[in-house]
């Protein structure tokens, strides 16, 4: 079964160090999304992205953060300098279309210290 | 603020238990509904979609009901298996694609 694939599994980084955390959606799919959630929180939508371009973004998505899809399998979010509150665990999801069922990745674990 | 909110939880039940978990949403503009499930330090599983008339699938029966707002999902001989954090998602409807969660309801199946 095709699946959403994330690396790493864990990030530990330094306040203002730049992260790229890294995704390959399932292959056929045309939406591709990241959302985050803070240790004992609720999932919060980030940013999603079609036809290479961002489509729809949160508040959360402020200028430190950025998508790119460099070619025609990886997705990336890149935090430019990183924050001790941006710690938490990053899932990167796609859909084939755009109201169809999202599949999430195992996750990024993204430790800011 | 659109919100999505559930039982607080934890819901603790003997194997074998028939369960069942309520959300609302606020946003009456909303057109997709789902069921996820999460286990500890994982990511959201699709558990499935809701539809209006209602959907079911195997021991899981979910229930959408538009007017009042109100998403069901029910489980029927609940297996240990199912222990998870069952996770109540729509989205804001408007051509909007992003999916807005709950907080979840935490589901204890004890042997």
């Known amino acids: 079964e095709p699946e959403v694939t994330q690396t790493p599994s864990h990030q530990v980084t330094q306040m203002g160090q730049e992260v790229i955390l890294r995704c390959v959606p399932i292959s056929n799919h045309l939406y591709f999304y990241w959302y985050r959630q803070i240790l004992g929180q609720k999932v919060e939508f980030l940013v999603s992205f079609y036809n290479n371009e961002i489509s729809e973004k949160s508040e959360i998505f402020d200028d430190q953060f950025s998508v790119e899809r460099p070619d025609g399998s990886n997705f990336t979010l890149k935090i430019r300098s990183t924050k001790l509150e941006d710690s938490a665990m990053y899932f990167c999801?796609?859909?084939?279309?755009?109201?169809?069922?999202?599949?999430f990745g195992p996750g990024t674990r993204l430790t800011v210290t | 603020r659109k919100e999505v909110e559930q039982d607080p939880g934890p819901f603790n039940v003997p194997e074998g238990a028939t369960v069942a978990f309520n959300c609302t949403y606020s946003?009456?503009?909303?057109?997709?509904f789902f069921w996820y499930r999460q286990d500890c330090r994982k990511e959201p599983k699709l558990l499935m979609s809701?539809?209006?008339s209602g959907n079911e699938d195997g021991r899981f029966t979910a229930q959408l009901n538009r007017a009042s707002q109100y998403i069901s999902l029910l489980i029927r001989d609940s297996k240990l298996s199912d222990s998870a954090t069952y996770l109540c998602?729509?989205?804001?409807?408007?051509?909007?694609?992003?999916?807005?969660f709950g907080k979840g309801t935490k589901l204890s199946v004890i042997p």
């Open positions: 946003n009456s503009a909303s057109q997709s």
């Open positions: 999801a796609s859909s084939a279309l755009g109201l169809y069922e999202q599949y």
């Open positions: 998602v729509v989205d804001p409807g408007a051509g909007s694609y992003q999916l807005t």
């Open positions: 809701v539809y209006s």
